[in-house]
């Protein structure tokens, strides 16, 4: 049995995928087409999340080919969004190769479709180029660097570190459980949250329009400055519990989240994200 093993890619929301940068995938010189389904107890953005509460479904697909080249495509929909069928739409194209017995790396583009005022946190960076490196030892260990641009351009460095653990198996040895813990410390720049606070600013003016307050008004939004120095953003401990068969994958995984004492998005707090996802690997 080839046991399945995850990553997280997509930039937006940390939404798991397979066949990206994992070395075990980058070895597997066949053509496979993953599908999953993914519900979140709130968006992601590399640990950081918005100021208003955004719990979400998604919908992904990769096309992996033996030679590496990858293509990959997600919808997502936000379970307090009554608007629309879609909330936010992104496509990508990659290729993962080895450079040696302990070494891959994976070279990747995204372009994520949000609508106007998105309330998504990285709305002002629909475009995202990636790079990462990964050594695999006993335990696998990484750097990864996102260039993301669009309205506003920023840079993110991710240094991680992680060790895939078996459980045992559960109804027979044809399957296996297995638990992965991680640490992942994560710098950059913060140009999009300038943005972010304009569109959420005219969303709250928009909705106050339509629907009045009563009492005494609310008080003003806090405003605040673009952030254009490289500060540490978060420090992420993850925690992926995975029931795995031949072709598919059943996975609750629980992300705990303290940010810098320079994130814009609430300096030194914490923040906790719940994931359910369901993946399977034709």
Same mark, same amino acid.
């Given at each position: ?20 940068? $994992? ?49 990959? !495509? ?6 307090? $969004? ?11 194209? !990659? ?32 475009? *995202? ?6 050594? %695999? ?6 750097? *990864? ?38 640490? %992942? ?65 059943? %996975? ?31």
């Amino acid at each position: 049995m080839r046991y399945i093993l995850l990553l997280s890619i997509t930039w937006l929301c940390g939404l798991p995928a397979f066949a990206q940068t $994992d070395s075990t995938e980058a070895n597997d010189k066949r053509t496979t087409l993953t599908l999953g389904a993914t519900y979140s107890n709130n968006a992601n953005y590399y640990g950081q999340k918005a100021e208003e509460k955004m719990p979400f479904v998604a919908a992904s697909g990769t096309l992996k080919f033996r030679s590496g080249i990858y293509f990959s !495509g997600t919808g997502y929909k936000l379970l307090n $969004d009554s608007g629309s069928i879609v909330s936010a739409g992104s496509a990508g194209a !990659g290729v993962a190769f080895n450079l040696g017995k302990k070494w891959t790396a994976d070279l990747g583009y995204s372009h994520t479709f949000f609508p106007e005022n998105s309330p998504f946190l990285q709305a002002a960076n629909p475009d *995202n180029i990636s790079a990462s490196l990964n050594y %695999e030892y006993w335990m696998t260990t990484g750097v *990864n660097v996102d260039f993301a641009f669009g309205q506003q351009q920023d840079i993110f460095v991710t240094l991680s570190t992680e060790k895939l653990i078996g459980l045992g198996h559960l109804f027979s040895p044809k399957d296996l459980i297995t638990i992965t813990p991680s640490i %992942e410390v994560v710098g950059g720049t913060q140009r999009f949250y300038e943005t972010y606070i304009t569109a959420k600013n005219l969303r709250d003016s928009l909705l106050g329009i339509l629907l009045p307050p009563l009492g005494n008004d609310p008080e003003p939004t806090s405003t605040t400055t673009s952030t254009t120095s490289f500060d540490l953003l978060s420090y992420n401990l993850k925690v992926p519990l995975a029931y795995n068969r031949a072709h598919y994958m059943i %996975e609750v995984a629980y992300q705990l989240s303290v940010l810098g004492k320079k994130a814009a998005s609430g300096a030194g707090t914490s923040n906790s994200f719940l994931n359910f996802s369901v993946y399977y690997q034709f």
